[in-house]
């Protein structure tokens, strides 16, 4: 089972990047797929998740700049990011679960991709 993240780089502040998640060796249909991200000294924590009904939840420093989608039919999850800030500069990773809401707490996830690095500068 392999999650494969893309779409990181470098931006100015006020810019856009769409990340995508591809997956595979098994249908993630079923789970909850997420996007944490890491920066620098701080702990992972969750910027966007979406159930297998597409409902989502977003962490409150990127509500309405972030956008969370998957399509099941290619097995992927997307994040585009919009209005982008310096403090969104983190490694970002996508994650997978079997639940039925998503969850807030890393450790709880069972499946991650290997992070892409996004920097914005100012």
């Known amino acids: 089972v392999q999650l494969q993240a893309s779409g990181g780089g470098l931006v100015q502040a006020g810019g856009s990047l769409r990340l995508s998640c591809a997956a595979s060796?098994?249908?993630?249909?079923?789970?909850?797929m997420a996007w944490f991200r890491q920066a620098p000294g701080k702990q992972r924590e969750l910027v966007a998740g979406i159930t297998s009904g597409g409902t989502t939840k977003y962490a409150d420093s990127v509500e309405g700049r972030f956008t969370i989608s998957r399509d099941n039919a290619k097995n992927t999850v997307y994040l585009q990011t919009d209005s982008l800030k310096p403090e969104d500069t983190a490694v970002y990773y996508c994650?997978?679960?079997?639940?039925?809401?998503?969850?807030?707490?890393?450790?709880?996830?069972?499946?991650w991709g290997q992070g892409t690095q996004v920097t914005v500068s100012s």
């Open positions: 994650t997978a679960t079997r639940t039925s809401r998503v969850l807030n707490s890393a450790r709880l996830y069972e499946y």
């Open positions: 060796g098994r249908t993630f249909s079923g789970h909850v």
